[in-house]
């Protein structure tokens, strides 16, 4: 059995044997020569994957925290949240959790957000913040984030905040060119590393904003990011045995580079929802959750049969060797979620697509 490409969870996701491998460096001080050199070394390569001249600020923590983080420094009033699927919702009730007021813009799950109807609903000057999932790992839909960007500027003085966990690494995200505010991931999604990492850039806007708000916390405090980002260093302990495996992985990244990275994840995008259209030619009435068009790179939601359920899909797969997975929150039975990012092959999911055809077709 291949030692890599039978695990294709959307997130976490599959890790190389060398990047995992790097963990078992010896640890280093914080505070020495050593972490800043290899703060260093890592900046520039984390700096081509967001296409920013921002610094990459580094978090020990899960996406969540600069989900949190985003809406600490960069909202101080009303925010709208886009919500169309779960983590959507998630970067919803994370603002209310935070004590700002906050209302949901929700389109069905399933469906991309509308750049004409996010402009009406900014129509008025209400809000002064917009929280987007760019790829909704619940749903598998690619909202239209440059465009939503242009709407949220022409607004007025909104800013947007752009989760991308699953869209970065995986689907193009020009933050600098999109004119994006705030863009956050974690590691373990289309970056291909263990969990426990966050990272996000914030542009100069956000910082003045930030320096206004007296309740943004300390964890995730942009301003000290900011501060300790431009010394290579981090406010407080990094996840040192993590960084060892983003240096790793990096150079992996940078030896692919970005364009052919992201070739590779629509290459497996499209062969995915072309293996759906093969199967509905055969008569097995499966189709993708998201409209043409509006399809995410990394992550695919395919709506079941109606005599298949997740759990079963996923239960036999996992007999066969796979991991894939059921649907999420109230998509959990109806769907499954196969998760083709990271440093899967089209070749690799290829081998997992002819399981599941034995699978859906019993
Ligand atoms: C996985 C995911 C998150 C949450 O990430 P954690 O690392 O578990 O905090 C947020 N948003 C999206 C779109 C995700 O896919």
């Excluded at 990094?238 to 060892?244: E, K, N």
């Excluded at 992996?252 to 093969?278: I, K, N, S, Y």
Aim: glycine share 10%; hydrophobic share 45%; with cysteine.
């Amino acid at each position: 059995m291949a030692d890599f490409g039978r695990f294709f969870l959307p997130g976490p996701t599959e890790v190389r044997a060398d990047v995992l491998a790097a963990q078992c460096r010896p640890m280093i001080g914080h505070r020495g020569k050593g972490m800043e050199e290899l703060l260093a070394r890592i900046q520039p390569g984390l700096q081509r994957l967001f296409c920013t001249s921002r610094p990459v600020y580094i978090a020990a923590s899960s996406a969540t925290g600069f989900m949190e983080g985003a809406l600490r420094n960069g909202a101080r009033r009303r925010v709208l949240s886009l919500v169309n699927g779960a983590f959507s919702d998630r970067f919803h009730k994370i603002a209310l959790a935070c004590g700002l007021e906050a209302d949901a813009l929700t389109v069905e799950w399933g469906a991309p957000h509308d750049p004409a109807q996010v402009a009406d609903a900014l129509a008025g000057g209400r809000y002064d913040a917009v929280t987007v999932v760019h790829s909704e790992t619940s749903t598998g839909v690619l909202n239209p984030i440059r465009e939503l960007a242009e709407t949220v500027h022409a607004s007025g003085d909104a800013v947007l905040l752009v989760d991308s966990v699953t869209g970065l690494g995986g689907a193009p995200c020009d933050t600098d060119a999109w004119g994006l505010d705030v863009v956050l991931t974690g590691s373990q999604k289309a970056m291909a590393l263990p969990p426990g990492l966050a990272f996000a850039v914030a542009q100069p806007n956000i910082l003045e904003r930030a320096a206004t708000i007296p309740g943004r916390g300390v964890y995730f405090d942009f301003l000290e990011f900011e501060k300790y980002a431009l010394q290579h260093q981090t406010p407080n302990t990094p996840a040192v045995s993590l960084l060892h495996a983003l240096e790793a992985q990096i150079a992996r990244m940078d030896a692919e580079t970005l364009p052919v990275r992201l070739a590779r994840h629509e290459a497996m995008a499209r062969r995915t929802w072309g293996w759906v259209e093969e199967m509905q030619a055969r008569g097995t009435p499966m189709c993708i959750l998201a409209p043409e068009g509006y399809r995410s790179w990394t992550v695919t939601t395919i709506a079941l049969p109606t005599h298949l359920t997740g759990s079963a899909v996923n239960a036999a797969m996992k007999s066969l060797g796979f991991t894939i997975s059921a649907g999420y929150g109230k998509l959990k039975d109806t769907t499954i979620r196969i998760g083709h990012m990271g440093d899967h092959t089209v070749e690799e999911l290829d081998v997992l697509l002819d399981a599941l055809t034995t699978v859906v077709t019993r």
